[in-house]
Each structure stands twice: as C-alpha cells, then as structure tokens.
C-alpha cells in the first residue's frame, strides 16, 4: 500500500517535543516527531551561533510514502540549506526542473524553488538519515566579503541580491565530508562543549561544500557538453550498469561511446559530480546495501551480484562506505545503517 501526503497532511502528522532551549550562548534546540500511524521519525532542529543551523532528519517509513509539497513563491531565500545523505533512498520530482533525482547515501543536494511541486517518494521500511546544514543568508553575504565570485552560481547570486533562477544541485559526498558527519551523528560532547563542538563542524562541512561546489563550476566552465555529448555519458552510465560484474576499462568504454577518454572523464564529474569508477563504485554499494537489507542473498552471493571477486575485498568497501560490515546490515541492526548515536 502507498499512502501519499499534500503538506498540509504531513504536517498536521508531526508533534513539538522539544526538550530544551539554552538562552545563555545563544543555542536553540527544537525536536519533533510524527505519528506512529507513519512509522518512527524525528527531526532534530539546532539553531546554532553565527546564523548556523543544523538539522538531523531521521525516518523509518512502516509503508511507501509519497509528500507532495508546493513551494511558495521566494526568489531571495533568508536561509541556505545543503543537505547530506547518510542513509536510504529517495526519489525525487521537482515539477518543471528535472524528470527524477536519486537521493542515495554519499550524496548531497541543495535546491532553490521558488514555486511549483516537489514529490518526495520513500518506501516502506527504508530508514532514511539526512544531516542539513544552514546559514542566514546574510551571514553569507558577510562571509564571503568582496570575494563573492567564487561562491557557486546560486549563492553568488543570492548574496548580491539577484534573482536565483530555479535550481537543484546533486553532488557526490567526500570521504572528508561523510567523516565530518559520522563526527556530527556521534558527537561525544555534552552541555555546552556539545554546541561549539557542532558549530565546528557544521562550518567545517559548509566549506568543504562550497569548495566542492565552486570547484565543479570551474570545471563546468572549461568542459562544456553538447546535448549529443551528454547522451553519450549517460550511454556510458548504462553500459557500466549492465556490466557491473565486469566494466570495460575507461579507454574502452569511451571508444563505445564514441568520446576521448578526457571528455568521458570531465563529463562524468559535471553530469554526476564523481568520477567514472566513483559512479561505478557508488553504484554497486547502492545495490549491496538493497540486496542485504531485502533479505536476497547472503554476504558472499551480494558481493559477487555486484562484481566483487574477492568477499574481504568487498566487506571491507562495504563498511568504509556504511560504517558497518555487510551481515549487521544483511541483520537489519540500526535500520540499515548500525546502530548509530544520533544527536
């Protein structure tokens, strides 16, 4: 059964159960969680200092659920949120920007709609964690001083005061970035060492990101794709999926699709913000994580199902990549990510 929810339904599903508010540095917290008709969920919502935000999001969905949101109309947003994927899927729809996005673990987003439908669709018993992280847009403003030009596109505009046309952004998470939030998930501070310790780090992932993201636009800059160049990129997708047990090497697979090898490289990291075998390594934990948590198949025929010759070799990817080793997930511990300390 799929349940599907306009705003108004989601919102009306949620209650305030905020434990504290701490005054004295300036730190608020607020906690919230939905319905047990839902399933489990919370958000964890810290409004820290220097107009920096930090939300944790954490669901576990008891039947698929479709959110359908409709976006008002704000060409000058007073918050930016990025958002950082640490565990489940979903597939996202924002009506007008883009036919489908796939928020998967390893992955980061933002996005400015300034009016129109997003859905939102997340299956049953799929533990879904996110991080977000915000800052007041004139904190930005005041960060980034006259060095606005190399702040992304988006916030480039947004901090001068121009219109932000609408846009979503889908970028791969570094090892750098997915450490930092495992620091966030399990902070071993209390009391008030706890918020300056989260403040750290909240701004230690926020410029991470921004160079990220401004380092993709260069790139972008000096690779641009034609539409046909763009088709033969997602054409090289397909054929590494279809031959997960045994991808071509990158020579060969830019012959097949008829682009040099430079072109295959640079189009990869500006149409799906990682490297060739970044993608293809993406891909294949993707696809463990689903056979393991589904019950499918044991630890062995999961890692050979993904291309994986050597079962250590992959139990030891597998657990870089999750924080857990393949039978704790197979286990279902900690809803598909371990057990885990949220803050």
Request: contains cysteine; hydrophobic residues 40%; proline residues 3%.
């Given at each position: 059964m799929s349940l599907k929810l306009l705003d108004a339904d989601w919102y009306a599903l949620w209650t305030d159960e905020t434990r504290n508010t701490i005054d004295l540095l300036g730190v608020s917290q607020q906690v919230c969680k939905f319905s047990e008709y839902l399933g489990q969920g919370c958000e964890h919502y810290i409004k820290l200092r220097n107009g920096l935000f930090l939300e944790i999001c954490d669901y576990h969905f008891q039947e698929d659920v479709t959110i359908i949101s409709q976006y008002p109309y704000d060409i000058y947003p007073r918050d930016v949120w990025v958002t950082f994927v640490i565990a489940g899927a979903v597939r996202t729809i924002h009506s007008g920007l883009t036919d489908y996005a796939f928020e998967t673990p390893g992955k980061n987003y933002i996005e400015f709609i300034h009016e129109g439908v997003e859905t939102e669709h997340c299956s049953a018993g799929d533990r879904i964690l996110k991080v977000r992280i915000g800052i007041e847009t004139e904190m930005l403003r005041r960060m980034s001083g006259g060095a606005a030009v190399t702040l992304p596109q988006e916030l480039k505009l947004l901090v001068e005061a121009q219109e932000v046309p609408p846009s979503y952004r889908l970028e791969t998470s570094t090892p750098e970035m997915q450490m930092i939030l495992q620091q966030i998930l399990n902070c071993p501070y209390q009391d008030w060492t706890r918020w300056f310790y989260l403040e750290s780090k909240a701004l230690e992932l926020?410029?991470?990101?921004?160079?990220?993201?401004?380092?993709?636009?260069?790139?972008?800059?000096?690779?641009?794709?034609?539409?046909?160049?763009?088709?033969?990129?997602?054409?090289?997708?397909?054929?590494?999926?279809?031959?997960?047990?045994?991808?071509?090497?990158?020579?060969?697979?830019?012959?097949?699709?008829?682009?040099?090898?430079?072109?295959?490289?640079?189009g990869f990291r500006q149409v799906f913000g990682t490297t060739v075998f970044g993608y293809l390594h993406n891909y294949r934990m993707q696809q463990a994580q689903q056979l393991l948590i589904a019950g499918q198949t044991n630890v062995r025929e999961t890692a050979q199902l993904v291309g994986y010759a050597s079962q250590s070799a992959f139990n030891a990817a597998f657990k870089k990549r999750f924080g857990v080793n393949p039978k704790v997930m197979q286990r279902g511990e900690g809803g598909g990510e371990g057990k885990r300390k949220v803050i």
């Open positions: 926020l410029i991470l990101w921004l160079t990220q993201t401004a380092n993709c636009d260069k790139l972008s800059q000096l690779c641009k794709l034609t539409g046909h160049d763009i088709d033969r990129v997602h054409q090289a997708k397909d054929i590494l999926i279809e031959r997960l047990k045994h991808p071509p090497s990158l020579l060969e697979l830019a012959r097949q699709v008829g682009l040099n090898d430079r072109k295959l490289k640079q």
